[in-house]
């Protein structure tokens, strides 16, 4: 876990420089640029100098008389996270909104690495994703803890790796999680599951800790703290591939566990052609008892965390694990169904979490 490693590193303000716009492939509807598949394939640390370099010369082009605020650039590269977040993470973006700026820019540079991270391997230039191409990735990552960014993104991971105590194993493991998903598309047992689930998202849960905060007054032990955080990533991420079982299955990829699906009679053949027979409800029952057990996990640790953090945590875990409830009254078809919550009832939901927050239990709402 990522409790015991504490990386303190100095943010170099030099290296607080806008990214490469041309190169990046994919764009936002925003016009944001997320991931420079081009520069992930090809770039050598030369080349990496050079386009730094480069934009460098950049920066004093566009602000001459300005001398280069580096603070602006940080409160740009802060914003453009942001702007990434909202587009892709519709149901934390809301959480994010709650907190304090401070906090909240942070889970933003946060998440927006991770988002790139998955990005590698399931956006629209994965095919050409190797495991190399995740070497070079985790090179990046150690120039972003040692304070040199490569490009805007990294430069608010890195200046927000360097005002908090954030381990780096956590971002690691999110990159083995990655090469995991390269090599395999079948889980066996749960177990290997629970370990692809750690990888891509219990690694997210330990590295919002150290930014959401623990409660001074807390007699909880860190271990504790954390096992709730990570049980929380993994009840995400169980829900995510309960409500994504067609959208993955079209990508040639089941996640759901191999043996429990052989105990239940399903066949892949039925999942393919997205059959929701009586066997495939009642073993979506059972998956989405076990995704509600880790909320469950996750709500004992929730009052553990700073004040200020509660609100936000619990309103991104209620509005998640509404998802499980849009399943089941979607009647288990989450082939061609995707479950949705609407606004209306994210909305409805912040009150019951701001209670929940300020009672520090979940017994009185
Ligand atoms: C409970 C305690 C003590 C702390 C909280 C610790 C936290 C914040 C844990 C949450 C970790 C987290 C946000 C994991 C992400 C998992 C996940 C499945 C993300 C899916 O992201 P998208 O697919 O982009 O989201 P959408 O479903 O909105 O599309």
Redesign the pocket.
Known sequence: MAAGGVVWVTFPKQNLIPPPRKRFGRKLRTGVPLISSTAERAYSEEKVHEVVLKQAAWVKQQRPNEGCKDWDLLNEAYERCGEVWAE?????YLGTLLMTSERRRAIWAIYVWC?RTDELVDGPNASHITPRALDTWEKRLGNIFQGRPYDLFDAALSHTVSNYPLGIQPFKDMIEGMRLDLLKTRYNNFDELYLYCYYV?GT??LM??PV?GIASESKASNET?YS??LA??IA??LT?IIRDVGEDCRRGRIYLPQDELASAGISEDEIFRGLVSNKWKIFMKNQIKRARMYFDE?EK??A??EEASRWP?WA?LLLYRQILDVIEENDYNNFTKRAYVGKAKKFASLPLAYGRAIMGTSKFF
């Open positions: 892709y993470a519709k149901t934390f988002r998202a997210v849960g919002s800790v959401m703290v709730a955080a929380l990533g995400n991420q995510n996750a640790g929730v553990e965390l945590v991104s």
